[in-house]
């Protein structure tokens, strides 16, 4: 932290999903913090995700069985999982001495690509598992996924959750 500089606008980009990987448990004092760099009149925009629900109905749950399989591999690995906070956690914890002027959200669309992106982020954690077999069978679970969700995106090009 500077303690001295103050800014006219901050963009925290996927910082406070990104903290529980980094920094976890702390998230609740990240907004006042950066609230308290801003100068009078400044402004913070907060960009995010709504967390990927466990479950939804037709192809695009494609999507979900990819998040809780990149994230298993991820635990599997040793490592923390990064975790999106929801819209209504971000208001609930703007500080007194700031005001929320508006929220705007807007739909993901997913892609093939954009899918396989995150199956390579849980691929890359297999090599850390300590057992071969849960490997391999990981490994196949991963080529399962690719092609379902090649066909789900074969379907709908941009899938929405």
Not at 63 to 88: M, N, Q, W
């Amino acid at each position: 932290e500077l303690p001295h500089e103050k800014y006219d606008t901050i963009l925290a980009d996927y910082l406070i999903g990104a903290m529980d990987g980094f920094s976890p448990f702390r998230q609740e004092e990240m907004i006042p913090k950066l609230v308290n760099l801003l100068k009078p009149g400044g402004r913070l925009y907060i960009v995010g995700l709504e967390p990927i629900p466990d479950k939804v109905e037709g192809p695009a749950n494609v999507i979900c069985k990819v998040r809780a399989t990149r994230d298993a591999c991820i635990l599997l690995a040793g490592h923390r999982c990064y975790r999106e906070f929801p819209v209504s956690w971000i208001h609930s914890h703007v500080p007194s001495n700031a005001r929320l002027l508006e929220t705007h959200q807007f739909p993901i669309l997913y892609r093939h690509a954009t899918i396989v992106r995150q199956i390579n982020v849980g691929r890359s954690k297999v090599p850390y598992f300590a057992n071969e077999e849960l490997s391999k069978a990981m490994e196949r679970t991963w080529d399962d996924l690719e092609k379902e969700s090649l066909e789900a995106t074969k379907k709908s090009p941009t899938m929405k959750l």
